[in-house]
């Protein structure tokens, strides 16, 4: 005669699986189809891709260049991050610039940094004119201070570029017969870059 823990054990080993009767049936896995043999699919040609010309992206080293797009190369190349910026405009409102300035210009940190630097600043009307085309004098004001090639001048008479077109002019970076008022061209520019960082190198 067997005694009540046998039944109990024997009754556990013979049925299988008793817990999972109390999974609901949509959270239970589906059951394991009949394997069959299909029919190989026919081959089917794809119809030809639409045809794309070459895309690459063409230096231009005529072309001319925007005040919001020169402030924005130079100070996202020459300034570290921690050096960007006024603290209470970097994140804020840079309409409060130049009238003229969109309150979330994607140029606006670049703009306040070169301010804050003496870089970059705008006119006497309280506009920046992001549109308008950057001169060779403004090019060469921008360049020279921001690698310390020449500082503010003290004479009141001095024109406004003169001292830091002097010091390029100096170091080979500018021509001493180019258009100061026209507008540079990204060729020039990047003749000027490198030659002012090659100024810089030689202090």
Known sequence: MRTPLSLFLTTTLLVPNVAGAYFPVDVMLPPKPAMQVEEPLAAVTPPPLPAVGPVAYTWNSDATIKRSTFVAAIVRRLFKPSERCFVKLSESDYSL??????????YGIDLCTAMRAGVMRGFTDGNFRPNALVTRAEAAKALAKSFQLATDTTDPSEDWSAHY??????????????????????????????????????Q
């Open 165 to 202: 077109v002097k010091a390029l002019i100096a170091g080979g970076a500018l021509s001493a017969d180019t258009d100061l008022n026209g507008p540079i061209t990204r060729g020039e520019l990047s003749k000027m870059l490198w030659a002012t960082r090659a100024m810089k190198k030689a």
């Open 97 to 106: 610039l130049a009238r003229d300035v969109e309150k979330d210009a994607s």
